[in-house]
Every structure is written in structure tokens, then in C-alpha cells.
């Protein structure tokens, strides 16, 4: 079987790409490099294995027939070597590289739902991948980009329904991400939370078609994740104070702080100020929510309030309706701050979400939002950090109190400290 022919970015009567051909070699030869370093690894694994003449069970046996692998870089031609067991044939040696079916590199696949998000159609995903992995790249025409929309669908059904009976997350954040869907006048909703585990994992915990925010909407979805297994309430959820989120959480899990997030609030109050103002204002915001303690932030509160109050009554209003859930924070270390202060995890997200509905002009339908959106955090938190301060989530669990990001067990020790 021949190599697959790689076919060059620019069209034949253009000068040769010679940094993409050198950069392409230099792909094959590492990969290939790669994998016979797992062959020798394999090989050694099994090296003092012999048949009954005495020669070696595992040998090297040339190489697989090439092929063609889709990659950031467009196709790249490499070839797998093999390797043979002369015993009984049960050692087999897999590439954990490029295993056997692979045709697209993990970039290739996760760019899919991307461009899809990003306004291409479904008939235009040839000439959109041609333009960034050159004419070579195979097997993406309309019909086998519908066949991978359906097996997204169906993963996210899968993921939905899967046991969380040994989960335990100690923050929530949740959002309502709107979207516009074809033949439809309602703008689609996607409930979404995002939760970090014990051991300070981000994760996507749930996702799911709501209704306009709502209550009930909300409680469903709480409701399922309780029902799947997730009974240990959350220390602390993050969200917008206009979401009907917060009534089902109180009667979902009661026990669960909650925390306003400061980005929502910061746009809605400067939406009710002059534009000349928003500067100034903006700054005088962020010294409450910047400053290092409770009662700091409580001096920056009344300062905003007493300079803005007489003019701009609205924009105090908003700020002052949710005081007693917007410095919830300071009861949790100060690592974590820069985190629960607000729901950006879902909102850097759910960015490309939002242009894909504006560009596309409602022409996606509610299981293909759904699935795509499943798809691109599946990719996204691959690349999401762990918490900072992970040492402080023992301690949140088990009930450790913490008083403007400093615990009371280190206050105390502070304290005892500076008496001796």
C-alpha cells in the first residue's frame, strides 16, 4: 500500500511551502521516532522471554503499511512498526501514539465543533479544513461531518446520565447561556454548572436545555444531580443574581453559601451610569472587591454608595440588592478568591457558544447546541489548572472556618505566636 500523497497548502501554481514541508518531515520523523521508542520499551518489557529453542518470543517485524494521519500541520505520511510474538501470539504491541484506526490528530478532531461554533456550515467543512490543513484532508465531507455531529449527540447523552455517587465538589459555578435555534422565535437556554472536585479539579458537572433561566428549569437539573448520586452539597456556588438558580438551590442543597458573581454586577451597575462615569465608577468598584478584608471592602461599599447615591440612584440600587451575597468570599481562603469572585470558568467558555448562535442566525438546532457545547469543554478542560491552594479544600470540607482568606486554625497559631 503507498503512502498517501501529502498535497501542498497552495494551489500547484504557487511557490513551494518549503517551512510547511520541512515542518511536516520533522512531524514524521519525531512521530516515528516516538514509536519506535515504545517498541524498544515493549520489547525490553518482554526481553527475557524465550521460546523453547531458546530464541527470543518478541522480535521486530518491519513496519505496518504507511498512512496518512490528519494533523494541525495538514496529512502526514508515517509508518508504524510492527512487532511479532513467534509463541503463541498473544503479545501484541499497540501504539498508544497512533493506535491502529486513528485518522485524525486530537487537535483535527477538537477543531470540528469549533468551526461549526464559529458559523461554518456543514456543507462548508471541506473547503474551511483544505484552507487550514491543505486540499489532503480526507473523509470530512457533509456526510461524515453529520456522522460525527451524531456520535457527539450521543456521547452527551451518555455523559449526562453517568453515576456521581462518588463525586464531591466544593464549588459551583452556574450560568444561563442563551443561544438562538433555527425555526424558533424563543432563544434557547443552556443550563450550565461547573464544579471543582476535592482533589481541585475543574469539571463540567452539568448541561442542559432550560427555559429562560427559570426556577424550575434550574430544579431539574439540581434534582437529576442529586438523584445520580451527588448528595454532598457544594460549600459554595457562583452565579449571577438574576438566575433562577438560587431558589432551586436553597431547596436542593440548603447548606450551599452562596456568592454573587462581581462581573455580572459590575456590567449591570456601569449599564445604569453616563459613560463618562463608568471609568471612575469601575474603579471605585473594584476597591470593594479587590480590598483584603471584609470590613476594607464594607469602608469601599458606603464610599461608592455615598458618592454615586444622590445622582444615580439606579446603579446603587443594583448593587446594594444583593450586598449580603457579594463578599460571601471573604469566608473562603484568599487562594481561592481570584476563582469564586466570579463565574469567568463559563463565560471564557461559552464565548465561542455565543458568536456561533449570532453568526449562524438560529440555524442550529437544540441537540446539535447541546452537543457541540458538550464537546468544546470536553476539549476545554482538558486544558483547565487545578485549583489554587489545594491544601485549603480539606479543610472546607470538613468545616475549617476561614476569616478574610485566612483560616482560624492559622489565626490562632498567629496569635499564640506573637504571645510567646
Known amino acids: ?71 494541525g500541520l495538514g496529512d502526514v505520511a508515517v509508518r ?57 484532508a480526507p473523509g470530512l465531507s457533509a456526510s461524515s461531518i453529520t456522522r460525527l455531529k451524531a456520535g457527539w449527540e450521543q456521547e452527551w ?18 450560568d444561563g447561556i442563551y443561544c438562538g435555534i433555527r425555526g424558533e422565535d ?22 442542559e436545555d432550560g ?12 434534582r437529576d444531580l442529586k438523584e445520580r448520586g451527588l448528595r454532598v452539597a457544594p460549600q459554595l456556588a457562583v452565579g449571577d443574581g438574576a438566575l433562577g438558580f438560587w431558589k432551586a438551590l436553597r431547596q436542593v442543597y440548603p447548606e450551599t453559601a452562596e456568592q454573587r458573581c462581581w ?25 470593594i472587591w479587590m480590598a483584603p478584608s471584609q470590613k476594607e471592602a464594607i469602608k469601599a461599599w458606603e464610599r461608592f454608595v455615598s458618592t454615586f447615591k444622590a445622582k444615580y440612584p439606579a446603579a446603587v440600587e443594583c448593587l446594594e440588592k444583593d450586598r449580603d451575597r457579594m463578599l460571601t468570599f471573604y469566608h473562603f481562603p484568599a487562594e481561592h478568591w481570584k476563582s469564586i469572585r466570579t463565574t469567568n470558568p463559563i463565560e471564557s467558555t461559552f464565548a465561542t457558544v455565543r458568536h456561533r448562535s449570532s453568526r449562524a442566525k438560529g440555524c442550529v ?32 470540607i470538613t468545616g475549617v472556618k476561614f476569616i478574610d482568606g485566612i483560616s482560624e486554625v492559622e489565626l490562632k497559631n ?3 505566636a506573637k504571645a510567646a
Open 263 to 287: 462581573q455580572h454586577k459590575t456590567i449591570n451597575v456601569l449599564d445604569k451610569m453616563p459613560k463618562g462615569l463608568r471609568g471612575k465608577a469601575l474603579d471605585a468598584l473594584h476597591e
Open 211 to 222: 427555559y429562560r433561566e427559570s426556577e424550575a428549569s434550574w430544579l431539574e437539573l439540581l
Open 1 to 71: 500500500m503507498k503512502n498517501r500523497k501529502v498535497v501542498e497548502l497552495y494551489s500547484p501554481e504557487a511557490p513551494k511551502d518549503v517551512l510547511t514541508e520541512l515542518a511536516r518531515e520533522g512531524a514524521r520523523k519525531m512521530l516515528e521516532l516516538a514509536m519506535a521508542e515504545e517498541v524498544r520499551a515493549f520489547m525490553e518489557s518482554h526481553n527475557l522471554e524465550r521460546l523453547e529453542d531458546g530464541r527470543q518470543r518478541v522480535v521486530r517485524n518491519g513496519f505496518l503499511p504507511g498512512r496518512s494521519v490528519q494533523t
Open 365 to 396: 438546532s437544540r441537540s446539535s447546541i447541546l452537543a457541540f457545547a458538550f464537546k468544546l469543554i470536553e476539549s476545554a478542560q482538558r486544558r483547565w489548572n487545578r485549583l489554587a491552594g489545594l491544601e485549603h479544600l480539606a479543610q472546607i
Open 157 to 174: 447523552k451518555v455523559w449526562r446520565k453517568r453515576d456521581l455517587s462518588k463525586k464531591n465538589y466544593v464549588y459551583f459555578w452556574a
Open 414 to 416: 498567629n496569635r499564640e
Open 80 to 136: 508504524a512498526p510492527r512487532v511479532r510474538d513467534r509463541g503463541d501470539g498473544s503479545l501484541r504491541f499497540t501504539s498508544s501514539i497512533l493506535p491502529p484506526y486513528l485518522k485524525r490528530a486530537r487537535s483535527v478532531e477538537e477543531l470540528l465543533p469549533w468551526l461549526y461554533l464559529k458559523g461554518i456550515s456543514t456543507n462548508d467543512f471541506g473547503e474551511a479544513l483544505q484552507s487550514l490543513l491543505g486540499e489532503g
Open 186 to 207: 424563543e432563544r434557547m437556554c443552556l443550563l450550565v454548572i461547573i464544579g471543582v472536585t476535592d482533589q481541585g479539579k475543574k469539571e463540567l458537572v452539568g448541561l
